[in-house]
């Protein structure tokens, strides 16, 4: 049997754009995604704590060290710069390898976007 458990999470992160015209997907600080473990092009889901949005989208990698999360197309549309989110990545694994899977968990400056050493 397989289920899915968290395997990332950005927790309190700040929406630092929200570019409608785009294509579509959320950009992440190169930095925040290898601390976070999320790569390019990985399904996340985003929740919005300010408003209570919930809803999938993709990821595209950021300018490393730049602090940037920006909701790009429709998903602009579900917040607000300086929004506070969560951005989480599941996992699809055997059940017994998840009860000993150790996901990521990230809790950034919500004010910088930078990873807390």
Do not use: W
Not at 10 to 36: C, F, P, W
């Amino acid at each position: 049997m397989f289920i899915e458990v968290v395997k990332s999470k950005l927790h309190k992160v700040r929406v630092t754009e929200a570019n409608l015209q785009y294509v579509g997907s959320i950009t992440i600080d190169e930095d925040l995604m290898d601390a976070a473990n999320i790569i390019e092009n990985e399904k996340v889901q985003v929740v919005n704590i300010n408003n209570g949005e919930r809803f999938e989208t993709y990821v595209i990698k950021g300018e490393r060290g730049s602090g940037t999360l920006c909701l790009n197309g429709p998903a602009a549309r579900k917040v607000q710069v300086d929004d506070i989110v969560i951005v989480i990545s599941y996992a699809s694994m055997d059940f017994e390898e998840a009860k000993t899977f150790k996901p990521s968990f990230v809790f950034p400056d919500v004010e910088t976007n930078t990873v807390v050493k």
